[in-house]
């Protein structure tokens, strides 16, 4: 007999980035590209924002990749197939704009690369021509090649190490593509704050609409705490009910990077305790 938020199935994309399959029909019959939702793995523990990569609402499956960087992290990724997750929550925000919009370059880095991936998949459903740049750290960080692949036009690939395609970011070929002069009607940028910054500081002199599904600090994923507040066209708007896709353009980035660097300090000691099995 599965149980609600049992994982079915888990596995390891690259060092530290994991995988899994959840059984939670409730959110899987509702969920669309875009939402995230939020997981809390045991009593103490803290709520994890997450995006939903995949779903099956037959099965009443959620496929959620993540990257083990904190404390609440490295405890879901110790979680293993048959093991409960204790709490799942959504699907939260509002799902990405999917239209009939022309030629759309999406751009996915690092771990976010699984994130860009339903949306890619959706623009392509809905007639787009899809030119996907993902991009990471080195060939054995990159996640998710074959699936973007098969939902894009044209797959181009990035890393700073130049181990697999390109030497450099996912600006840099966005850059290109740009100046190459090939008419481009939409942008939609998942990655870190600042390559989302970058991003957009490229895409901002051609006036081309550009999105970006924000990742700030989130606690209720409700509207209610306020943790989630970003700076859009000089206004203050909580990514959790109003987003977490925004005009990338408007966005403050600087805002969003200074508040996700507001507890590092505090996050660095506790997974230290953690991981010397003093927390």
């Not at 799902?95 to 999406?106: A, Q, Y």
């Not at 060939?139 to 973007?148: F, N, P």
Request: glycine fraction near 10%.
């Amino acid at each position: 007999m599965i149980k609600m938020n049992q994982i079915l199935d888990k596995r390891e994309l690259a060092p530290g980035i994991k995988e899994m399959v959840i059984y939670n029909p409730n959110i899987a019959s509702k969920v669309k590209a875009g939402q995230f939702i939020v997981v809390r793995v045991c009593e103490e523990g803290e709520r994890i924002p997450l995006n939903v990569v995949d779903w099956d609402g037959g099965r009443g499956t959620l496929k959620i990749v993540f990257q083990e960087v904190g404390v609440s992290t490295y405890k879901l990724g110790k979680l293993g197939i048959g093991d409960l997750i204790m709490d799942v929550v959504g699907p939260l925000g509002n799902p990405s704009e999917i239209s009939l919009f022309g030629t759309v370059i999406c751009v996915g880095e690092g771990v976010r690369i699984s994130a860009i991936y339903p949306v890619a998949r959706e623009l392509k459903k809905a007639g787009n021509k899809v030119i996907s740049i993902i991009g990471a750290k080195s060939k054995e960080l990159l996640i998710y090649m074959e699936e973007m692949r098969g939902v894009s036009d044209e797959l181009r690939i990035t890393t700073d190490d130049g181990s697999e395609g390109r030497r450099g970011l996912v600006s840099d070929e966005l850059r290109d593509i740009l100046e190459s002069g090939l008419k481009i009607d939409r942008i939609v940028i998942v990655g870190s704050a600042m390559t989302m910054k970058m991003c957009t500081e490229v895409t901002k002199p051609y006036h081309i609409k550009t999105i970006a599904s924000l990742n700030p600090i989130m606690i209720c994923g409700m509207g209610m705490c306020g943790a989630c507040r970003v700076e859009v066209a000089g206004k203050t708007r909580f990514t959790c009910i109003e987003g977490p896709e925004f005009d990338a353009h408007q966005v403050n980035f600087d805002v969003l990077m200074m508040r996700l660097n507001a507890y590092k300090t505090e996050e660095q000691m506790a997974l230290k305790r953690f991981l010397e099995g003093r927390g």
